[in-house]
């Protein structure tokens, strides 16, 4: 089998040691490029960028008939934060209120504390706590263009609650909050074994936005769980068995796209 990587880091961690495991397995594993030509069709491709050019040839893809793991469609769609609430609202999932703002500077009257996010999610997007109005000033003129998304502020402990999700097995870890003063969102992880309840909502995330490898950021809320993000092909770092879920995720999508001819 032939079983394509469309990354710009192919030596992430998880992601090298799936490749390592299907090359064991007597597969093909070629990296493709972001943007760059298609070539012949591989069984299986694996987006795990997502840049406008991994997109545009993931859809080049899909458009030939391959099959690639997250859709082009529902990757794009964990992009853009509004359209992820409103989907994830309309499904019944306790997602946590997501208002289009604007610019930063066009806010006006906000009640704080409130959360403030890049609209479109990428690599080092913004992500802020505001408490007053001279934070909400220091962040206008440091994002000046950027358009945002406000959600409640929930408070916690400072640790998020980490779901991924890959082909159906649920992974999870504590990881110190973006928002929070004791660390920067990468300084600490904890281990943690999620409730049935809350294994089963990550699964329900997968079925609602069409995703296969995914990660879902919680809070504890007042009254039930909230979901403040969902990301598309996260690193899932450190997590045992999560590279052989992956290999197992190639595998078998690639064996369905065989058998069909």
């Known amino acids: 089998m032939r079983i394509g990587l469309i990354a710009r880091d192919p030596g992430h961690p998880v992601l090298a040691a799936a490749a390592e495991l299907l090359v064991r397995r007597g597969c093909r594993v070629e990296v493709v490029a972001p943007g760059g030509p298609a070539g ?6 694996l987006l795990k960028a997502r840049t406008p050019g991994a997109l545009s040839l993931a859809r080049e893809l899909e458009r030939r008939g391959a099959a690639v793991v997250n859709s082009a469609a529902a990757t ?5 934060r509004v359209r992820m609430a409103e ?3 309309a ?5 946590a209120t997501t208002a289009a703002a604007g610019r930063l500077s066009e806010l006006a009257d906000p009640a704080y504390p409130f959360v403030v996010k890049s609209r479109h999610s990428r690599r080092h997007d913004l ?11 220091e962040l206008a003129e440091a994002w000046p263009q950027e358009e945002v998304v406000t959600q409640p502020y929930v408070p916690g402990s400072g640790w998020d609650q980490k779901l991924w999700v890959v082909d159906g097995q649920v992974f999870a870890a504590l990881r110190r ?6 660390g920067d969102g990468l300084a600490g992880a904890g281990e943690w074994e999620p409730s049935a309840g809350l294994a089963a909502l990550a699964l329900r995330v997968g079925e609602v936005f069409g995703l296969e490898v995914y990660g879902v950021d919680l809070l504890d809320g007042a009254a039930e769980p909230v979901i403040v993000d969902v990301n598309a092909f996260p690193g899932v770092r450190g997590r045992p068995g999560a590279p052989e879920a992956l290999a197992g995720l190639a595998l078998r999508v690639a064996g369905e796209r065989v058998r069909r001819g």
Request: glycine share 6%.
């Open 76 to 80: 794009e769609l964990c992009q853009d």
């Open 91 to 95: 499904a019944g999932l306790p997602f």
């Open 127 to 137: 992500v802020a706590l505001v408490r007053g109005a001279a934070r909400l000033r």
């Open 177 to 182: 909050s973006e928002l929070s003063s004791a």
């Open 40 to 45: 012949e069709l591989a069984d299986v491709y």
């Open 87 to 89: 989907l994830a609202r």
